[in-house]
């Protein structure tokens, strides 16, 4: 079965980076997508990017993220730079996949059926 396991989280002074991880298992379908949502306390979980199998990657309202991928380690990156402390929230990374023959479509506005249990991020 997928599992999703995130981790990078911590405190971070304002204007610092971190890297997020998250290491995927049990993939059924090298047709993917892959996506990093945020959810601070009080407010709706927001996505932050995502990133298609072969490569393409879009992007939520941050410019300072990068979303990638390395997929011989099964695992996925958020960089994370010149972080606020409107970025404190936790941060989920999730997955879906298809098993179609053209490429799956891939966004954060998109269902997505699996999920990790998520990584703290605070900024101050």
């Known amino acids: 079965h997928v599992q999703l396991v995130e981790s990078g989280g911590g405190s971070v002074q304002a204007g610092g980076s971190l890297r997020l991880s998250c290491r995927g298992s049990g993939y059924p379908s090298d047709n993917y997508c892959l996506a990093w949502f945020r959810q601070a306390p009080g407010k709706a979980r927001e996505g932050v990017a995502s990133?298609?199998?072969?490569?393409g990657t879009s992007y939520g309202d941050s410019m300072r993220f990068t979303i990638s991928e390395d997929s011989a380690k099964n695992t996925l990156y958020l960089e994370m730079s010149n972080l606020g402390p409107e970025d404190t929230a936790i941060y989920y990374c999730a997955a879906r996949f298809s098993f179609a023959w053209y490429k799956i479509s891939c966004g954060v506005d998109l269902d997505f059926p699996y999920w990790g249990q998520g990584t703290q991020v605070t900024v101050s």
């Open positions: 990133i298609v199998s072969g490569g």
